[in-house]
């Protein structure tokens, strides 16, 4: 399992906050990199979750390394997004679209 985050530069909420993480079935983030290379609904996702006008997009500078409890992360970061309650709900639906949750 890996987890994936998504980091509020404007909150001043710790990272480690659970409300911006989902758990992803990934074994590490070599698995999760083949995946979002191979996958073009990535691509197509990223790209509008990266450039949309919407209240939910704005993501950037990708991050991954390891919690201080030794899992493995992969995530984004962004002052820009203004609802981040549904940008993560965009995001886990679009793992659970590909069975990608860590049940």
């Not at 001043?12 to 409300?19: L, V």
């Not at 450039?51 to 919690?67: E, I, L, N, R, Y």
């Not at 493995?72 to 886990?92: C, M, N, P, R």
């Amino acid at each position: 399992m890996i987890r994936f985050k998504l980091f509020d530069e404007t909150s001043g909420i710790d990272y480690d906050e659970q409300k911006y993480i989902i758990n992803l079935n990934f074994a590490d983030s070599d698995e999760f990199n083949e995946f979002a290379a191979q996958e073009s609904d990535f691509d197509n996702f990223m790209e509008k979750m990266e450039s949309g006008d919407k209240p939910w997009c704005g993501v950037h500078d990708f991050d991954g390394s390891t919690d201080d409890d030794g899992i493995e992360y992969v995530g984004f970061s962004s002052y820009e997004i203004q609802d981040f309650d549904t940008a993560l709900q965009k995001w886990y639906n679009f793992f659970d679209k590909h069975k990608k949750i860590q049940k």
